[in-house]
């Protein structure tokens, strides 16, 4: 069964960090582009932020560049999001999601997660 599982996240008081990670079972990450979105209650989808399946380049979308590092270790078959300096405003579900290429289109990404909870509040 192929499965993409997200874990990581929880409550973090403003200017913290996490790292959420997203493992895979059933297939190899290594060979799919990666893509982590976010989606606040009552707000819609967000992103990705997301990390390519042949060189490791990322992409970002410029109201989370500087903060949020995508990286990936095929070893570990997993991908993390790494978010720095947190405001009340990331708070949201955080999904990873597999796609072919290195994409920012969510209709290409094949696979998702079930979403790991990101609460940003003092």
């Known amino acids: 069964q192929l499965q993409l599982v997200e874990s990581g996240g929880g409550l973090v008081q403003p200017g913290g960090s996490l790292k959420l990670s997203c493992a895979a079972s059933?297939?190899?990450?290594?060979?799919?582009?990666i893509g982590w979105f976010r989606q606040a209650p009552g707000k819609e989808r967000e992103g990705p932020s997301c990390?390519?399946?042949?060189?490791?380049?990322?992409y970002y979308d410029d109201s989370v560049k500087g903060r949020f590092t995508v990286s990936r270790d095929n070893a570990k078959n997993t991908v993390y999001l790494q978010i720095n300096s947190l405001k009340p405003e990331d708070t949201a579900g955080y999904y990873c999601?597999?796609?072919?290429?290195?994409?920012?289109?969510?209709?290409?990404?094949?696979?998702w997660g079930k979403g790991t909870k990101v609460t940003v509040s003092a």
């Open positions: 999601a597999a796609a072919w290429i290195l994409t920012g289109q969510t209709y290409e990404y094949t696979y």
């Open positions: 059933g297939f190899t990450l290594e060979n799919y582009a």
């Open positions: 990390i390519s399946n042949s060189d490791g380049s990322a």
